[in-house]
């Protein structure tokens, strides 16, 4: 089975802070994800990477940055957390198929 | 640019009874299509799909059929179950970079 891990699943920061989220997954699938989750408006995608180093801009990358060092490990990083980038984080992969295969999420409150 | 239209509920549904979920679509192209499932607490995890005009998608008793005269792929089960309460995302994928997610139908079944 494909496993897609996220390094927390609450986090609670504060504005301003520098906050990372991490995602690794264990199928050495080419292409990674990150989305945010918020009610109403369905997932929203950040950015994607299809190789280690290569990344493009989703619908909503204003305020994110992205690290793609190794190709198992995708990073997510608000600069500058705000309170309105609180939400629940969710990284996936592509396998065959087109399917996405995703993390359990992370659950972050930014006071 | 692609979007992906769903009823938003909450659904309610006594056990055993039928469950139609609608999802209707705009893209460019012949995309793939697909239903996800979040259980509660998890992330998100493919319930099926479909790859092309006809196709009927299929699993633990769910069915969608993509039907491109009508730009539509709604989920249909016979009899619901309980365990079958969760978050349902209707969502396309083209050429294994661009996804597009529906807002989420929230399904409970009480017993």
């Known amino acids: 089975d494909v496993k897609v891990t996220q390094s927390s699943r609450y986090l609670v920061k504060r504005t301003g802070e520098k906050v990372f989220l991490e995602c690794v997954q264990d199928m050495d699938h080419e292409n990674m994800f990150w989305y945010r989750q918020d009610p109403g408006l369905g997932l929203r995608l950040i950015y994607f990477s299809y190789d280690v180093k290569m990344k493009e801009k989703g619908d909503i990358p204003e305020g994110y940055s992205v690290s793609r060092e190794k190709k198992e490990r995708f990073s997510l990083i608000l600069e500058s957390a705000s309170t309105n980038q609180t939400s629940m984080y969710l990284c996936?992969?592509?396998?065959?198929?087109?399917?996405?295969?995703f993390g359990p999420g992370t659950r972050l409150l930014v006071l | 640019g692609d979007s992906v239209t769903q009823m938003e509920g909450p659904v309610t549904l006594s056990e055993e009874a039928f469950l139609t979920i609608n999802c209707t679509y705009t893209?460019?192209?012949?995309?793939?299509l697909f239903w996800y499932v979040q259980y509660p607490g998890e992330g998100l995890q493919l319930l099926l799909k479909?790859?092309?005009?006809?196709d009927k998608g299929s699993n633990k008793g769910f069915e969608a059929t993509y039907r491109k005269e009508t730009t539509s792929f709604h989920l249909e089960k016979g009899s619901v179950q309980v365990s079958d309460s969760a978050v349902y995302f209707c969502a396309l994928g083209n050429y294994g970079q661009n996804f597009v997610f529906g807002p989420g139908t929230r399904l409970s079944v009480l017993p």
């Open positions: 479909a790859t092309k005009a006809d």
């Open positions: 996936a992969t592509l396998g065959g198929g087109e399917t996405q295969y």
């Open positions: 893209a460019t192209g012949y995309p793939s």
